[in-house]
DNA sequence: TGAAACATACCGTCTGGACGGTTTTTTTCA
DNA sequence: TGAAAAAAACCGTCCAGACGGTATGTTTCA
């Protein structure tokens, strides 16, 4: 029996569902598998409903860009130390953030998301780059180095290597590698 | 008016063309968008004749993958220095491979943006995984350390970022970043 | 009560691929 | 050698099901 206070809707919630759901499909079996009938069915939903929310593959798609943007880059800026004043501050949290997805945990599979997108569709792909130079800018005066490009260079094939669970994404051999990429920062200035 | 003696048939080089053209179709408009019509129309072949030599989507499918695995296998293979001795030489080859990579000449950019593309598949990514831990297993006395490590994975984010064009692929700053990620490489092993 | 939230039913198109042919090439063997 | 036999290459058609999307309900809630 069901008490009757508790709300049988709760479209904000079912919004998150259906688009973490698109993201579980299309990181395991991959983009052609996303489908709408393939959503609703793992959400608890009737594709109708479905389309109540998206109203076409295209919006759920870029629904999911968005999440999958804010939500890192709030990732990042809480990532950064405000009492940092060392070079490649930003470069630093960036790395942080990617290093520490741990792919087990079914919310953190949005970041393997983000970067399938922008390996297959040009237009996600521009997007996110005016997000990088946007926060380059910023931190322009810490981030310019080559030691910082390089640490974000590595942390994007972090990123990248967690999607196969490739040798990098052992956790000692990552911790040994996270661990040289501190010492990099510290060490030198351009 | 048609020689004799030319044969009207060429097989290897319609299997060839099949997956020159599912490469195309795949670059050029995502991988949901790889049909068997689609290919097919494009290689002005039947789509019985495709399947003929390809007799699945998933056989053509894994035709790709054995084709841009083999392509950048040899790159790596050939740009390894035979005298080179240092440590991390194969993962100085896999950076050279990768930063020589020209995205304006299109047959380069063709197969380096499909093996991004083709990540998206989780059976591809098993591959690749495969291939470098292989690779790994070779040359376990040169290019385990944390230096090499990240070279690698620094070489994975350059080809990232190659495809959305970001700052890091200017030429002047990918310069400073390769000559960086050099110094690297001499300096220590761990 | 009416608007938002969902469900159900349905449609037109596309897709993978099975199938039975025909033509071309290679192999067999007398 | 060369004709017969076998195999490979390729074509055109057809179909069951999946897919994205629409139209129309029914329930929930402010």
Redesign the interface.
């Given at each position: 029996m069901m008490t009757r206070l508790q709300r049988k809707n709760n479209p904000a919630a079912l919004r998150l569902r259906l688009l973490d759901c698109a993201a579980q499909l299309?990181v395991?079996?991959?983009?052609?598998a996303?489908t709408l009938d393939g959503v609703a069915r793992e959400a608890g939903v009737s594709k109708g409903g479905l389309l109540h929310h998206y109203s076409s593959k295209d919006a759920l798609i870029g629904g999911l860009f968005e999440m999958v943007v804010d939500w890192f880059g709030g990732q990042v800026e809480a990532a950064i130390d405000p009492d940092e004043t060392r070079p490649a501050r930003f470069s630093r949290a960036y790395l942080q953030v990617i290093a520490q997805i741990d792919m087990s945990v079914p919310s953190e599979k949005r970041l393997a998301v983000l970067?399938?997108m922008?390996?297959?569709?040009?237009h996600f792909?521009?997007r996110?780059?005016s997000w990088?130079?946007a926060q380059?800018r910023e931190h322009q005066a810490t981030d310019q180095s080559?030691?910082a490009?390089?640490m974000?260079?590595?942390?994007?094939?972090?990123w990248?290597?967690d999607?196969?669970?490739?040798?990098?994404s052992v956790a000692t051999?990552r911790h040994?590698?996270l661990?040289?990429?501190e010492t990099?920062g510290t060490g030198r200035q351009?």
């Open positions: 299309i395991e079996h991959g983009l052609p996303l970067i399938l922008l390996s297959s569709d040009p792909c521009a996110w780059t990088v130079e380059l080559p030691v490009r390089c974000r260079l590595a942390a994007d094939g972090l990248l290597s999607l196969g669970g490739g040798p990098d051999v040994e590698i661990q040289f990429l990099l351009s």
